[in-house]
């Protein structure tokens, strides 16, 4: 099991006041303030370790915390996304709460009750136990191969315009390369924060803009249906294979191989860009061709810079690198 790289001093809520952001200990907040973000598990309350993925064999459970001792449940035959489960077997989607110290959960006459690290599932006066797991990704730590240009590796962001890091070496949101990329294969490291009571497009929200137009969505999407506008969806061109989001404050890899769109001698495009990602080892886009998505610099399928935009959420990166073709 490979230990997140928190910051434990680093509990963080984002507010809105006056138009502009600003940040204040989360336990001074109201509980229902949905920007309330946590970047540090040890301090995120008991609900943050209730909430993550449990696995058995033939099933998969994955638990999100909702705020509140509440929390939703998506039941998987086969396996956990990525690992039995790939969306042709069945899901169910629960909820609960938790209650004297014991979460239950229910729905589709299927029965969960959590308990410390395991998760009892009940159907049919059948019941399995799944145990609580912590997956990481097989290319996390990935080091850069022989010709790569780093990117980001914590000790300096000359790289990137624009650009800030944490105290504890990770670089913020809201930047772009300084340089222009054509054909590469990319590899970057990415980390959601907990955020129980947002909800959608405002929890954990930032995205990787390729080509500085193609926008490969960052979201704390754990346990959600998998749309073009969540973890791994590439906005308005398509969605994953299979959602393979972990859990907030879980270490998360993108694996790009990337190919410019191409032009004839009047300028025209001949070939479109295309794609093929992997997200936290599995492929979820495949040569993939591509049209620009709003929000970053470009729109003309030119070469363009590695955008990570700025959502407004507390979204950190490290290990990044590039290898051009």
């Known amino acids: 099991m490979r230990h997140m790289n928190f910051s434990w001093r680093t509990v963080l809520t984002l507010g809105l006041a006056a138009g502009a952001c600003f940040f204040v200990d989360a336990t001074s907040m109201a509980a229902d303030n949905p920007k309330t973000a946590y970047l540090d598990g040890a301090a995120a309350g008991p ?7 449990y696995a058995a064999d033939g099933w998969g459970l994955q638990v999100i915390a909702d705020g509140d001792s509440k929390f939703r449940g998506v039941l998987y035959q086969g396996g956990l996304p990525g690992a039995g489960f790939e969306g042709k077997t069945d899901k169910f989607k629960l909820s609960g709460a938790t209650k004297d110290g014991k979460t239950s959960l229910a729905g ?4 969960v009750v959590i ?24 290319t996390l730590g990935q080091k850069p191969p022989a010709g790569a240009v780093v990117l980001f590796d914590g000790t300096n962001v000359d790289q990137w315009d624009k650009a800030s890091m944490t105290e504890d070496k990770l670089l913020n949101v809201g ?4 340089e222009k990329f054509e054909d590469y294969t990319l590899h970057i490291e990415f980390r959601s924060p907990y955020m129980p009571y947002a909800r959608g497009q ?21 346990g959600l249906e998998g749309a073009d506008n969540e973890c791994g969806g590439i906005y308005i061109n398509s969605k994953p294979r299979v959602n393979m989001c972990f859990p907030p404050l879980s270490w998360q890899t993108y694996d790009v191989d990337f190919t410019c769109a191409k032009f004839d001698e009047a300028g025209n495009v001949k070939s479109p860009a295309k794609t093929t990602v992997r997200h936290n080892g599995v492929v979820i886009h495949e040569n993939l061709e591509l049209k620009p998505t709003p929000g970053g610099g470009q729109k003309d399928q030119k070469p363009g810079a590695i955008y990570l935009q700025n959502h407004g959420d507390k979204v950190h990166f490290q290990n990044i690198w590039i290898l051009k073709k």
């Open 108 to 111: 589709s006459d299927y029965e």
């Open 175 to 178: 930047t772009r390369t300084k």
């Open 115 to 138: 308990e410390g690290t395991k998760a009892v599932v009940r159907h049919s006066a059948k019941s399995v136990e799944l145990n609580k797991v912590q997956r990481t990704s097989p």
């Open 47 to 53: 609900d943050f370790a209730i909430q993550g993925e």
């Open 202 to 222: 405002a929890r954990g929200n930032s995205g990787l803009y390729l080509g500085d137009q193609y926008e490969t969505q960052i979201l704390d999407s754990f």
